[in-house]
């Protein structure tokens, strides 16, 4: 994965650095692209090359706990209840190439930003999940900066148009991923509170763009510390309230609606100055 250091993303990047009475926030938006380093094809193989031997031990599994004097039905059940992660996971069937590569950027991608952690070793495709609707996924985070104090039609006029311009978003699969144990999160030591991150991937321009906020407690960072407590080239979060329904087939080229802003009006002005 190379970083791109766009000048457009500056001003962003500074602005999702603040503090609030309950805590400190640190977030920012790295975009790369997906176009692999010798050490990236590695990684790429080997995550490619683990998901296969997963795949393939709860074939076995499943074939071990269908009881051979059962009918087809009776194994099929037992089977898919033993797959059905590996077979339905928010980048599609795992045993699938461009499923596993997809997957395999996602990780490669958070590597990059933090590379005295491996996520390799630590996230499984289940540990993300798929975002359906742009629309929702902007509103979800206009509103966690809204309710954080921030201004976005002033202090963020334009976050979303650029980051537009940057990654075509209709064009884009989105992911999201939240870690269910802080513990396990490379800044949990550091009085992580909550995070949000989130993964627009745009495989015709082969870049992926990284967008995050996470949540510090003041207890563990002074106001200093604030620009060397970064997710990322800046920082990282990830956060609940976001749409988790499951049970549709996914689709590569999905396409919300002709525009990602909309017919609706919004009288918060989170998309004010906003043009595509």
Known sequence: MKFLPLRELDSINRALVFDTPDCRVVG????????????????????????????????????SLSPPNHGSDSASKYQSAAVYQTLHSPFGPLDQISARRTFAYLIATLNASHPDYDFSTTLRPSDFRRERHIRSVMNNFNTTLFNLGVNISRELPKMWETIDKEMDLLNCNIYAYSPDDVSNDPYGDEGLIWSTNLFFFNKHKKRVCYLYLRGLSTLNHSPLERSLAGWGRNSRVGSDG??????????????????????????????????V
């Open 28 to 63: 920012g938006v790295d975009i790369y692209t997906t176009k692999a380093a010798g050490a990236d094809k590695k990684l790429y193989k080997n995550i490619c090359e683990t998901i296969s031997t997963r795949y393939e031990a709860d074939l076995r599994l499943s074939e």
């Open 242 to 275: 976001w749409d988790e329904s499951e049970g549709e087939d996914f689709n590569d080229d999905f396409i919300e609606s002709k525009s990602i802003w909309g017919d609706d009006n919004y009288d918060d002005g989170f998309f004010e100055g906003m043009e």
